[in-house]
């Protein structure tokens, strides 16, 4: 692979160089700075269907998604008409709309589980919430995560976390008082006897157990044989309160997420990425049992300024109608062209003698660059990123935007065709020669 990329960057890097004067690493979210990757990060400057473009007026095909939302691809067009109606009538209220509820109607369609739901701007916000909840309900301080899972940014949930923290290699974050984790508990994902453990150590302490039903964050890890069952059965006897975070998983391994798949009933959900299709929203539900005790039900306390936000819930409702209505032959499609995709890319790093373990559900995808098989922190972290690295930049230099960090999941979307998935295997062709260094 030559060092200097195939494509021009020199418009990305000027954009890049003005960013990082006023930005910390010229970014908004670490792992867009391609820390883990190297090379020049593309500015994109427009998004249609499964492409996007970049200043240099680079063509991608793109599997990050905005990493999970489009589901539907770049500027939909009656998600844009939505987006765009909501805004000739106003942007933001900080007041209840109509919109809000048409959301909730919708999200309770596809989470029957779920009696009542809050929404709120990020999965960071709806994980935080779901944990503060869950601690109010059960009056008990513990919880419980997984290494390699990640929640978003809340300070008690930056314990051995996935996605950017795994990316960047850091252990947590500073500025997180031992203080704030002492109550947080991070054990190996898909070690049922891990969670026994921690429920005989700490018997009547644990207020809740929150995982990634299908982890994305250490790559594309889903639970093995009944796991999830299991840690269903634990925290119902246990009476702690299981927390599936589908922000990643909902609307997108099912219609109705996760919990969809593996029919299992959490007793609260977090949600966020797709549910806003593209804008800012999170949120979280259950039982009225449970959220009735949100204010001003009840006496725990969140509120956001934009919270439920018009444009934001236009975006939502569009996505997530437009899922409901054509479920029949968008879940199919993904399904069959993300099995293509990476039996194909598998392939041909065998070809290419390269040692790689695809995971995959649905149309969330790893290929990992190791042997395999990777199902928890300890075999994702086995796998040689340098040698992903290598792949990641002969990907982007043949048109194609993986997420650049080994310890993500990738994303198709309905957008996606049979030619996509047909010029990304001979993208990967070409990669592959490159990886084996
Ligand atoms: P946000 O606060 O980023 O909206 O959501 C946090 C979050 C919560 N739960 C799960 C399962 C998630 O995957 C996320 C966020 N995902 C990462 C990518 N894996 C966001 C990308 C980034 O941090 O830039």
Known sequence: M???PSRKTEQSRRLRERAESMIPGGVNSPV??????GGEPPFIVRGKGSRIWDADENEFIDYL??????????????????????????????ASTPAEAD???LAISAFPHIQKVRFVSSGTEATMSAIRLARAYTKRKYIVKFEGCYHGHADALLVKAGSGVATLGIPGSAGVPEEFIQFTLALPFNNITAVEHAFQRFKHQIACVIVEPVVGNMGCVPGVDDYLVALRMITEREKAVLIFDEVMTGF???????QELYNIRPDLTTMGKIIGGGLPVGAYGGPSEIMNLVAPLGPMYQAGTLSGNPLAMAAGCATVKYLREHKEEIYPKLEKLSEQLVRG???AAKDAGVTLCANRVGSMFTWFFTAGPVTDWESAARSNTEQFARFFRGMLDNGVYLPPSQYEAAFL?????????????????????????
Not at 252 to 258: S, T
């Open 413 to 437: 979307s309905a957008a996606h065709s049979e030619e996509d998935v047909q010029e990304t295997i001979a993208a990967a062709k070409r990669a592959m020669a490159a990886v084996r260094g």
């Open 252 to 258: 997108r391994v099912a219609f109705g997420g996760a």
């Open 65 to 94: 998604g905005s990493w999970g939302p489009l589901i539907l691809g770049h500027a939909a067009e009656h998600v844009l008409d939505a987006i765009v109606g909501a805004a000739c009538n106003g942007t933001s209220f900080g």
């Open 103 to 105: 959301l909730a109607e």
């Open 32 to 37: 867009r700075a391609f820390g883990a990757v």
């Open 2 to 4: 030559p060092s200097t």
């Open 345 to 347: 890319v598998a392939a």
